[in-house]
């Protein structure tokens, strides 16, 4: 079993950036990829971004490719998300999700923190 919190969203000026970080109960957090996740208003949620168990795999949204990167520090069992040059279509509740393999599913993932809200203002 994992648990997830997320934290470090906030209100951010557009070009602006931010750091996400994911809290992960457990002994054994390096076996579980995860992934982040966002979902605006009346929109249904969208894969952001994921990593592999040992962080040697990674995946992006084309929309986020070169401004966001995933990373992890297994003995910290967290996972963060840097966040770059801000758009205002980033405002969503970002997720963070575990699961065995690496995804860009989110039915592929067992585990969900709360979401943390990150807003983009211009």
């Known amino acids: 079993q994992v648990q997830l919190v997320e934290s470090g969203g906030g209100l951010v000026q557009a070009g602006g950036s931010l750091r996400l970080s994911c809290a992960a109960s457990g002994r054994t957090f390096s076996s579980y990829a995860s992934a982040w996740f966002r979902q605006a208003p009346r929109k249904e949620r969208e894969f952001v971004a994921a990593i592999s168990g040992r962080g040697g795999s990674t995946m992006y949204a084309d929309s986020v490719k070169g401004r966001f990167t995933i990373s992890r520090d297994n003995a910290k069992n967290t996972v963060y998300l840097q966040i770059n040059s801000l758009r205002p279509e980033d405002t969503a509740v970002y997720y963070c999700?575990?699961?065995?393999?690496?995804?860009?599913?989110?039915?592929?993932?067992?585990?969900w923190g709360q979401g943390t809200q990150v807003t983009v203002s211009s």
């Open positions: 999700a575990a699961a065995n393999r690496i995804s860009s599913y989110a039915r592929s993932y067992d585990y």
